[in-house]
DNA sequence: AAGCCGTGGTA
DNA sequence: TTACCAAGGCT
């Protein structure tokens, strides 16, 4: 057998015994089977993970589905709805285009999700990752799936010393030589199960992988230090404010952010830019308290401090900004992270 | 094509 | 406390 038989053999045993049990997945027994998953379910799991552990996707993707238990149900479901189950997850665009996508399969592929890697990288939010596993997973088309775990196990396999992401094209490479014909959809989840509980990336436990006698990094002792990745820019300190408006009857004044850029679709307090620029005009002609403390958020490519300014208005308070949500329909969980911060803080400090 | 886009866990 | 990291996609 060639060597790449050889990886794919071992990590297809490795899988039969190892696999994760995923709320998701269908495992390697019921599989072979023949017991097929369901698209809609592996598509709302591999959006969910782009860029996210599988510990925070667990509960999301449990109350996505009780709520929204096929794409058509989805489908028909309003905008806000979406976005605040999806508050606390992160990259609000993948909920945007979730519910993008879910329209256009319902509403013009009759409910049924592409089976081609190319009929699924039409859609939106599904990139060249997911495409491939979704098509792999679901449909059990051998498609090379690529994602930060498959590229660290190649990387060691083959001690690939090149900083990613210039390594990308040879670990591609690499990963479509061991693409096998057979069984295409466990073995895409056999490397990135292995990625994650054995070819992790601090402090790999060679000692039970399945591939040590193959994995050259393994022999030469570089294991650890791969893959290589070229430093990252330093997150520079942004500032704002935050207003916090409480009207007489308990109503809060709260905002829909607009659909591009960050939290883009999400709910939030009005507020200044957040930069350097000096503050705007408040949202609303009235007397502001200062709240003692600050919301400490880093975002992707940002520290931000959120100093909070709070104050209470009569019923017939007229916002220049968003617009007043009764009590009895405002929950925090629908708020994103830095938000659900400031409430935090100011129900503590009123 | 390089920058933008969240969050929570971990060392 | 800080920095790194995770089943990437879009523009």
Redesign the pocket.
């Known amino acids: 057998m060639r060597d790449t038989d050889v990886i794919g053999h071992d990590l297809l045993a490795w899988y039969d015994a190892n696999a994760?049990d995923?709320p998701?997945?269908v495992g390697p027994a019921a599989r072979r089977a023949g017991e097929r998953p369901d698209p809609y379910r592996v598509w709302l799991?591999?959006?969910?993970?782009?860029?996210?552990?599988?510990?925070?996707v667990r509960d999301y993707f449990h109350r996505f589905t009780t709520r929204w238990p096929t794409v058509t149900a989805l489908a028909e479901a309003e905008d806000a709805e979406v976005m605040g189950e999806w508050?606390?997850?992160?990259?609000?665009?993948?909920a945007r285009?979730l519910l993008k996508?879910a329209r256009v399969v319902a509403g013009e592929l009759h409910g049924t999700f592409p089976d081609t890697r190319e009929g699924l990288?039409a859609?939106?939010?599904?990139?060249?990752?997911?495409?491939?596993?979704v098509s792999s997973?679901a449909f059990d088309r051998a498609e090379t799936?690529m994602?930060?775990?498959?590229?660290?196990v190649m990387a060691r396999l083959f001690d690939v010393h090149t900083p990613l992401?210039a390594a990308k094209p040879e670990l591609f490479a690499h990963a479509e030589a061991l693409k096998p014909l057979e069984r295409p959809g466990d073995h895409a989840?056999a490397v990135?199960?292995l990625?994650?509980t054995i070819c992790?990336?601090?402090?790999p436990a060679c000692g039970i992988c399945p591939l040590i006698g193959v994995c050259t990094a393994r022999a030469r002792g570089t294991a650890p230090e791969l893959?290589k990745?070229t430093?990252?820019?330093?997150?520079p300190i942004r500032r704002g404010i935050a207003y916090l408006v409480q009207r007489s009857d308990g109503a809060l004044l709260l905002e829909t952010r607009p659909d591009?850029?960050?939290?883009?679709g999400?709910l939030g307090w009005p507020g200044t830019e957040w930069a350097e620029a000096p503050p705007e005009d408040p949202p609303i002609e009235t007397e502001w308290r200062t709240l003692p403390g600050e919301v400490?958020?880093?975002?992707?490519?940002?520290?931000l401090i959120l100093t909070l300014q709070a104050s209470t208005v009569g019923p017939e308070a007229m916002p220049t900004r968003g617009q007043f949500m009764p009590r009895a329909e405002f929950r925090p969980s629908d708020?994103?992270?830095?938000?659900?911060?400031a409430f935090d803080l100011w129900q503590a400090k009123s």
């Open positions: 994760r995923l998701w997945r799991s591999e959006i969910m993970l782009q860029q996210t552990t599988v510990a925070a508050a606390g997850l992160g990259y609000y665009a993948r285009n996508c990288l859609l939106p939010g599904i990139g060249p990752y997911t495409a491939a596993a997973i799936v994602d930060g775990n498959v590229e660290r992401p989840q990135m199960d990625g994650a992790t990336p601090r402090s893959p990745k430093p990252k820019k330093p997150k591009k850029g960050l939290l883009g999400m400490r958020h880093t975002f992707t490519h940002f520290h708020l994103p992270t830095v938000m659900r911060k």
